[in-house]
């Protein structure tokens, strides 16, 4: 989102971002091995196994952690199954500080994003067929309730947010308005100003 660019050049504030989709499209490119093992089970609509999907975002946390050791990390793709949530659980990922937005929207919304993304892609994306959205989707209906459970138990703060809308759409300014004061509180205490109210 651009509120994020701007937060990130502006250096305010060290924030490090890991998109789980664009991690698993780079592996695709770049490691035969994990493309020969998973290409045909992603272009059919399924998921990677929690092991993996845990092993591969471990490994990025540490990356980005030794790399940019940053105040925040956004994630996006990442946790979509009750042990990946057990996982980020047990290891501090989803603390008191920690808010998870689950945006709910609409067959026909939904169906319209997949259609731009894949409009506007300019590389040929594995899970581009309309079979393999509405697997996903349905796999997302019939996952999510026990998802939102399950955080409900942890200590980070959960948040709904209406996925319904254009493109760009709203749900992207609710999202940035419920963390940009979580970003001007960062902010303030970084540069000594926390007695400052916005």
Known sequence: MDFLKLITSLKILNIGIISFG??????????????????????????????????????????IIKEKSPQM?????????????????DNGYLSENSIVFMIEASLE???????????????RLIDA????????????????????????????????????????DHSAREIKDKLFPVFVSMAKKSMGLESIHA
Do not use: W
């Open 73 to 89: 990390v956004i994630i996006d793709g990442f946790c979509r199954s009750v042990p990946q949530i057990g996982y980020a659980a």
């Open 109 to 123: 919304t939904c169906l319209d994003r997949f259609l731009h993304r894949k409009k506007k892609s300019v590389h």
């Open 22 to 63: 664009d991690i698993i499209r780079s592996l695709l490119e770049t490691n035969d091995d994990f493309a020969k093992k998973y290409r045909a089970s992603l272009a059919r609509g399924d998921l990677i196994e929690d092991s993996k999907a845990i092993e591969i975002f471990q490994i990025e946390m540490d990356k």
């Open 129 to 168: 067929e309309i079979e393999t959205f509405h697997k996903r989707y349905h796999l997302h209906l019939d996952t999510a309730p026990a998802l939102r459970a399950m955080f409900k138990e942890t200590t980070c703060k959960l948040i709904d947010v209406n996925g319904e809308g254009e493109i760009p």
